[in-house]
């Protein structure tokens, strides 16, 4: 299938990620995120930026992280999704939600992590999703700083082995046949 999509994502990091390995993709920050923002709130924010949009672009593909929310990775996406079809968000969007954080889909990827911070003498937990990614990596990584450091191990970390992560993998699902090298990789 070609790579018509847009992106809405949360933060700089994916947003600096997503421009490098889809160049000329249209991608917007949602400017709506963190634990205390509701999935109401949220919709409405991708709304307006679907709007935005135009129709031009297929799929719209949204990036978010769970954060401290009180449910699972499964219910915030239905929730977001319910709240897209109330506000009658006719666009085909896509929506992919880190457990936690986007930190968590990369330290799946061990050998990319130590490959790119070798100084990391601690292991790195076997047991990662519901815990803070980024608290994670602070621990490993005391000068850990998630636009610079984690855009840097998301370029390097490989979706083939991400997807040991329950949240990627549903993410990685839904996206595997748009054309994207660093999703084959």
């Known amino acids: ?26 991608v917007r920050r949602i400017e709506c995120n963190g634990e ?15 709007k935005t949009f135009g129709g031009r672009y297929f799929p719209i593909v949204v990036w978010v992280d769970l954060e401290k929310r009180k449910c699972d990775v499964n219910s915030f ?5 319910q709240e897209l ?9 896509m929506i992919g939600v880190a457990d936690r954080s986007t930190e968590i889909w990369v330290l799946h990827d061990r050998e990319k992590v130590l490959e790119v911070f070798p100084e990391i003498s ?14 994670v990596m602070k621990r490993l ?10 855009f840097d191990l998301l370029c390097a970390c490989r979706a083939s082995v991400m997807i040991k992560s ?20």
């Open 122 to 135: 601690n292991p790195i937990p076997r047991q990662l999703e519901g815990k803070s990614g980024k608290g």
């Open 77 to 81: 996406r239905a929730s977001l999704y």
């Open 1 to 26: 299938m070609t790579n018509r999509a847009a992106f809405i994502v949360e933060g700089h990091m994916e947003q600096k990620f997503i421009k490098k390995i889809c160049p000329g993709r249209p």
């Open 85 to 93: 079809e109330s506000l009658g968000v006719r666009d085909e969007v």
């Open 36 to 50: 205390s923002v509701s999935p109401e709130a949220m919709a409405k924010r991708i709304d307006t930026l679907c």
């Open 166 to 185: 329950d949240s990627f993998k549903s993410f990685y699902d839904l996206l595997y046949h748009l054309e994207c090298p660093w999703l084959s990789r």
């Open 141 to 150: 990584l005391d000068t850990y700083h998630e636009t610079t450091d984690g």
